[in-house]
Nanobody
């Protein structure tokens, strides 16, 4: 069984910073791409950022609205992905979910974290 456990959400003022973490645990052979999604009330879940597992080099991609403010990174030794969020705006308020492609048998499967609330408000 694979679990993704997120941490780091909470309340922050506009312009502030916050870092989210997501650690994978359980029995598996490898983790492929990892990413962060978010869902605001009344809206669909949207992709925020992804990062590949390119060995020495990991490639990151972001939705346009967070480029230059958010940074995704990963620590493969800890099976953990991070999302550093700077210059936060009220429109960043959402439940943030991490996602990972995990090789548990012969194929990769998608796994999701339970979600962590991020609220940007004064």
């Amino acid at each position: 069984q694979v679990q993704l456990v997120e941490s780091g959400g909470g309340l922050v003022q506009p312009g502030g910073s916050m870092r989210l973490s997501c650690a994978a645990s359980g029995s598996f052979f490898a983790i492929g791409a990892m990413g962060w999604y978010r869902q605001a009330p009344g809206k669909q879940r949207e992709l925020v950022a992804t990062i590949t597992s390119g060995g020495r080099t990991n490639y990151a991609d972001y939705r346009d609205s967070v480029k230059g403010r958010f940074t995704i990174s990963r620590d493969n030794a800890k099976n953990t992905v991070y999302l550093q969020m700077n210059a936060l705006k009220p429109e960043d308020t959402a439940v943030y979910y991490c996602n990972a492609e995990v090789l548990g048998g012969s194929t990769y499967r998608d796994y999701w974290g339970q979600g962590t609330q991020v609220t940007v408000s004064s």
